[in-house]
């Protein structure tokens, strides 16, 4: 079977498997060839693809949604990260978060000195038009 892990910019993982285990909010599924259709929201955690050969590949997710669909599963979620190991994964996803958290970091700081700004105009606006 066929499986895709997508976010809404890449194509993070698309694989021919013959296992994949994903969690939900019921616990652990495992999927495999001939599994019944289903669609699934899934909760933050790991997704591991098995290959006919047993070689594994994980893909740590935010939540997001499985759907199995004949022999498609397609897992989609606004993060994804892939890796074939849990130790590297791991290091790759918290990096993600760090530099996530910084951008969030960056973003609020311009935000408020937008809003800032904008306040200063009105008041300069207000003693201008009050005179």
């Given at each position: 079977?066929?499986?895709?892990?997508?976010?809404?910019?890449?194509?993070?993982?698309?694989?021919?498997?013959?296992?994949?285990?994903?969690?939900?909010?019921?616990?652990?599924?495992?999927?495999?060839?001939?599994?019944?259709?289903?669609?699934?929201?899934?909760?933050?955690?790991?997704?591991?693809?098995?290959?006919?050969?047993?070689?594994?590949?994980?893909?740590?997710?935010n939540?997001?949604?499985?759907?199995v669909?004949?022999?498609?599963?397609?897992?989609?979620?606004?993060?994804?990260?892939?890796?074939?190991?849990?130790?590297?994964?791991?290091d790759?996803?918290?990096?993600?978060?760090?530099?996530?958290?910084?951008?969030?970091?960056?973003?609020?700081?311009?935000?408020?000195?937008?809003?800032?700004?904008?306040?200063?105009?009105?008041?300069?606006?207000?003693?201008?038009?009050?005179?």
């Amino acid at each position: 079977m066929k499986l895709r892990v997508l976010t809404p910019s890449e194509v993070v993982l698309e694989e021919d498997v013959v296992h994949v285990t994903a969690e939900d909010v019921t616990g652990s599924l495992g999927i495999r060839p001939g599994h019944a259709s289903l669609v699934t929201p899934l909760v933050p955690g790991v997704v591991i693809a098995r290959s006919e050969g047993g070689r594994e590949k994980f893909v740590a997710v935010n939540g997001g949604v499985m759907m199995v669909v004949g022999d498609m599963v397609e897992v989609v979620s606004r993060h994804a990260v892939a890796g074939t190991d849990l130790a590297g994964l791991t290091d790759k996803v918290v990096a993600g978060f760090e530099k996530e958290h910084q951008e969030d970091k960056a973003n609020r700081t311009a935000f408020e000195k937008l809003r800032m700004s904008f306040l200063r105009g009105v008041v300069e606006y207000d003693r201008a038009t009050a005179s």
